[in-house]
């Protein structure tokens, strides 16, 4: 098993611009979680999905951010119109219910640098 | 509000000195406390849970009620322990999980 995979690995792009991030959660896995990480602010939840439903979305910064869970192997967050401030690195992760929701597992995050 | 605080950044120690991570946290209730680690050029991965009480690749982590605090601790660090270790919390009932900023753990011989 491959885990949880995520692309682009590194996305560079200009203010303004759109920014689609792609998830591909463990098969099985019934949860989904997308986390932002910055030297400032550390890792923040931004949203998660159970069974491709969108739970809690408190996390999002604003409404340029939007993500989607179409089905339960694929998950996008998109970014329009993308800021400098945006830069980070997101991580996917994904995790079993009931007992298992708190051992999450992570994908390897894709950097974002928004010039 | 739930906030988790690991007040070192990073932390120093010499090969088979003892290690002690801090994390303290605030919350009302009783929550769920947690150990994350990413080892370089690896994923972040869970370490090790309270309420397993258990020891992962020699650390520990009690939690204190009293000090809301849930350090993580080793008695002889390897220079294999080097790296970044996130300590995060969940309320009962919730599924998310509040991570603390991160401390850096670097072992040199």
């Known amino acids: 098993d491959a885990g949880v995979i995520q692309s682009p690995r590194h996305e560079v792009t200009e203010m303004g611009q759109e920014v689609t991030l792609r998830c591909k959660p463990i098969?099985?896995?019934?949860?989904l979680f997308w986390y932002r990480q910055t030297m400032m602010r550390g890792l923040e939840l931004l949203i998660y999905?159970?069974?491709?439903?969108?739970?809690?979305d408190s996390g999002m910064p604003e409404d340029r951010f939007s993500a989607k869970m179409p089905n339960a192997s694929f998950s996008t967050l998109k970014i329009q119109p993308s800021e400098p401030r945006d830069s980070a690195v997101y991580f996917c992760?994904?995790?079993?219910?009931?007992?298992?929701?708190?051992?999450?597992?992570f994908g390897p995050g894709t950097r974002l640098t928004v010039l | 509000a739930q906030r988790v605080t690991q007040p070192e950044k990073l932390l120093s120690v010499f090969k088979g000195a003892p290690v002690e991570l801090k994390c303290n946290y605030s919350?009302?209730?009783?929550?769920?406390l947690f150990w994350y680690v990413q080892y370089s050029r690896q994923r972040l991965q869970l370490l090790l849970r309270?309420?397993s009480r258990e020891s992962i690749k020699g650390f520990t982590a009690d939690l204190n009620k009293g000090e809301t605090s849930f350090h993580l601790k080793k008695p002889f660090a390897q220079e294999e322990d080097s790296a970044m270790y996130y300590c995060?919390?969940?309320?009962?009932?919730?599924?998310?999980?509040?991570f603390g900023k991160g401390t850096t753990l670097s072992v040199s011989s």
């Open positions: 309270h309420i």
């Open positions: 992760a994904s995790s079993l219910g009931g007992t298992g929701v708190y051992e999450q597992f």
């Open positions: 995060a919390l969940s309320a009962p009932g919730r599924t998310a999980l509040i």
């Open positions: 999905f159970n069974n491709n439903v969108p739970i809690d």
């Open positions: 919350y009302s209730g009783s929550p769920e």
């Open positions: 098969s099985g896995h019934d949860y």
